[in-house]
């Protein structure tokens, strides 16, 4: 029977993805800096919803307890850069001037 989500079944294709999450997680926080810098640079809150950004940091933060219960690294870290930006997004919004 067919599993609807991919589980690579030898160990090759386990260490790949293994060794491809860590960059994957680096250059998933970095995609939010252009959004962060408009806001808090460029003032750039036209346009930018402050609910969408919660919803991801709340998404993230709940990645964050998946990780730390499941003692899964990767997860942990890259949620917590995330949530971090997710953050500072919202409050630029809310706060800055």
Partial sequence: ????????????????????????GFISPIMTIPQILDVWINNGKQGVSVYTWGAYGFVSFFWILYGLHHKEKPIILINFFLFLMDFSIVYGVLFHK
Avoid: S, V
Wanted: charged share 40%; proline share 8%; aromatic share 12%.
């Fill in 1 to 24: 029977m067919a599993h609807a989500f991919y589980r690579p079944k030898k160990k090759k294709e386990r260490k790949l993805l293994d060794e491809l999450i860590y960059p994957i």
